[in-house]
């Protein structure tokens, strides 16, 4: 069974700071893997994806995420916060067979401080 | 471009009521989901489609009934809402499979009373 664990429901840093969002899956295949973000009143929105190939991924906004099967993590990161990047975020995991699961753990909000 | 829409925005029910919820998507999309949001629980899937005149149940499935009879239309339908159905529901389609992007409507929030 697939399951996504993000740690830490809020997070708060202050603008310019370092942001990471941390993401650990389960899987019994090997995963595709997701951030998603979502800006208040909103839809969610694509941030990046990990498929196959390069286990280090970018993505819009300045945001990445690195796949590291041994520790089964797929944190999202970024250098620099910017006010704009308040949102919550969502990270995914599917599976490569035919199984039509996205899993989304539960997000974490990121609060920008001034 | 609209890409996926919504209707309507917001509602309230009272117990036992019935709705239909409207998803349209001009992205000429294969498959399409609904999605409820709940505080702590991230996003779960309702049902979903592969294609016109197809639907398949998903990880909540219970109290719901959804149709796919055009391929730009998908319909949730609460025949006789209960307060465990309170939340925010969403909408997405992707070209052609869970792996691909999602698309993501703006959401309808219900109340059920």
């Known amino acids: 069974a697939q399951s996504v664990t993000q740690l830490g429901s809020h997070v708060s840093v202050s603008e310019g700071a370092l942001v990471l969002l941390r993401c650990n899956y389960s899987?019994?295949?090997?995963?595709?893997l997701f951030w998603y973000v979502q800006y208040p009143n909103q839809g969610l929105q694509l941030l990046l994806k990990y498929t196959t190939g390069a286990t280090l991924v970018k993505g819009i906004n300045g945001f990445e995420a690195e796949f590291k099967k041994s520790e089964t993590s797929f944190h999202l990161t970024k250098p620099s916060a910017h006010m704009s990047d308040a949102a919550e975020y969502f990270c995914?995991?599917?599976?490569?067979?035919?199984?039509?699961?996205?899993?989304f753990g539960s997000g974490t909000r990121l609060l920008v401080r001034p | 471009n609209a890409g996926v829409t919504q209707t309507p925005k917001f509602r309230v029910l009272k117990t036992g009521q019935s709705m239909t919820l409207l998803c349209a998507q001009d992205m000429n999309h294969e498959y399409m989901y609904w999605y409820r949001q709940d505080p702590g629980m991230g996003l779960r899937l309702i049902h979903y489609?592969?294609?016109?005149?197809?639907?398949a149940k998903g990880e909540v499935p219970d109290g719901y009934n959804v149709s796919r009879l055009k391929k730009q239309n998908f319909l949730l339908g609460l025949e006789s809402a209960a307060p465990s159905q309170t939340s925010v529901y969403f909408c997405?389609?992707?070209?052609?499979?869970?792996?691909?992007?999602?698309?993501f409507g703006s959401g309808t929030q219900l109340s059920v009373l």
């Open positions: 997405a389609s992707s070209q052609q499979s869970y792996n691909e992007k999602l698309f």
């Open positions: 489609s592969v294609g016109e005149g197809t639907t």
């Open positions: 899987s019994s295949v090997p995963p595709y």
């Open positions: 995914a995991v599917s599976r490569m067979d035919s199984s039509y699961k996205l899993i």
